[in-house]
């Protein structure tokens, strides 16, 4: 698909959003010069046990975390909410999941339709959560879908799903993830800048990068495009010596990242927001261990 099929197939959808946005909560999106620069999070998906949702997200609070985020696929919104307002910890996200399953860049369009649905289902339940973001895999290659294919399958669907974005207020932020796609912060740079809205932009895995490149240089070519982070570390000896996902299987701060060079690019850019843990979770001893670990690669004062 040409470039120029791609901007008339999404003009309508584009159209129909509103230029004057939704804000969600100012506990959610407001980061004063004079506080961190870094709010920490959690994924709610981290917390192990059979607790309720108010213990867990008392677990972490007690852990040292400013915020949570969850996965789509938890939609009981009304237990969320009563979770959120009785521990007073902020939802400041949505995972959307599904988008693996249901990708935007598959060939069958009922897939297709599935995924904007999804988004669109997605991008509601956060504005209800008081969230600002949700988490998507923009589109995945492999042998049965082509690189070109899924680049332009996934502008032209994930565009249908920005009016609600606009209208809600939520943005939809792409990950980078191990799909095959997006493999280059320039490529990365111009798919989100193809969207021309202000409702797009890039949930950055600084870990998910290492096995490609450098998180420091992808940050410096992203730069404002950035509104999130997830947290994760990975290591290129373990890579090297036990096999490609092995490679995460090292605490923060003790594998391949370069903190200081990430924080430096962080500052350069002017970056000050959430950065969310995506490590393995555990009970309140363990995320303990997780928020401090963050405080040092952060260069966040200590719990």
């Known amino acids: 698909m040409q470039r120029r099929t791609f901007l008339a197939g999404s003009a309508a959808a584009l159209a129909a959003a509103s230029t004057l946005r939704a804000a969600p ?119 049965d879908t082509g690189y070109a294919d899924a680049y332009a399958r996934a502008e032209l669907e994930i565009a249908k799903a920005l009016p609600v974005a606009e209208e809600t207020g939520v943005d939809v932020l792409f990950e980078n993830v191990w799909n095959n796609f997006l493999l280059s912060p320039l490529e990365f740079a111009r798919f989100i800048d193809g969207f021309d809205s202000p409702a797009v932009g890039a949930y950055f895995d600084v870990g998910n990068v290492v096995r490609i490149g450098w998180p420091e240089q992808w940050i410096a070519v992203l730069g404002d495009r950035i509104r999130k982070l997830d947290v994760k570390e990975y290591s290129r000896k373990l890579q090297q010596s036990d096999g490609l996902y092995k490679g995460f299987g090292v605490e923060l701060g003790e594998g391949s990242v370069d903190w200081d060079a990430v924080r430096a690019a962080l500052e350069t850019i002017g970056y000050r927001g959430w950065a969310t843990a995506e490590v393995r979770g555990g009970d309140l001893d363990r995320l303990t261990d997780v928020a401090n670990r963050m405080n040092a690669v952060l260069g966040l004062e200590s719990a």
């Open 25 to 143: 909560p100012a506990a959610v999106t407001e980061f004063p010069e004079d506080a961190a620069r870094y709010r920490k999070a959690v994924k709610l998906s981290m917390i192990s046990g059979e607790g309720s949702l108010e213990e867990k997200f008392a677990i972490a609070k007690a852990a040292g975390f400013a915020g949570i985020e969850i996965d789509s696929s938890a939609r009981d919104v009304s237990a969320l909410l009563a979770a959120r307002d009785a521990v007073g910890l902020p939802i400041h996200g949505v995972v959307y999941g599904d988008s693996w399953k249901d990708r935007f860049s598959a060939a069958d369009a009922a897939v297709r339709a599935r995924a904007v649905a999804g988004l669109q289902q997605a991008l509601r339940d956060c504005e209800q959560l008081g969230g600002s973001s949700v988490l998507v895999i923009p589109g995945v290659v492999d042998e």
